[in-house]
């Protein structure tokens, strides 16, 4: 199984920008995914992204401010978050994906904490 790491969260102002990075230990032969699980809340799917990367797919509160992109040479996909809200507080995570964007499979790594303050 393909061990992913998540990395570039942290705190910004609202309207700021953060760019996420998943870091596998093997070649990704997968669709990709974001997910994101706040306090009290359950996991939902963010972003998936096909495993060329010619196919993406968002979360209606998120379009037109993410943006998921995949480097296979690099081992990496990235999640690109602009005009960030504070509803977008979370604990991010990245997946290996079913056929359904929303579907993860597989264990999920440590996550990282992105914070938006007003």
């Known amino acids: 199984q393909v061990q992913l790491a998540e990395s570039g969260g942290g705190l910004v102002q609202a309207g700021g920008s953060l760019r996420l990075s998943c870091t596998a230990s093997?070649?990704?032969?997968?669709?990709m995914g974001w997910f994101r699980q706040a306090p009290g809340k359950d996991r939902e799917a963010v972003a998936g992204?096909?495993?060329?990367?010619?196919?993406?797919n968002y979360a209606d509160s998120v379009k037109g401010r993410f943006t998921i992109s995949r480097d296979n040479a690099k081992n990496t996909v990235y999640l690109q978050m602009n005009s960030l809200k504070p509803e977008d507080t979370a604990v991010y995570y990245c997946?290996?994906?079913?056929?359904?964007?929303?579907?993860?499979?597989?264990?999920w790594g440590q996550g990282t904490q992105v914070t938006v303050s007003s």
């Open positions: 997946s290996l994906l079913k056929a359904d964007w929303r579907q993860p499979f597989g264990s």
């Open positions: 093997g070649r990704l032969f997968y669709h």
């Open positions: 992204i096909s495993s060329g990367g010619s196919t993406t």
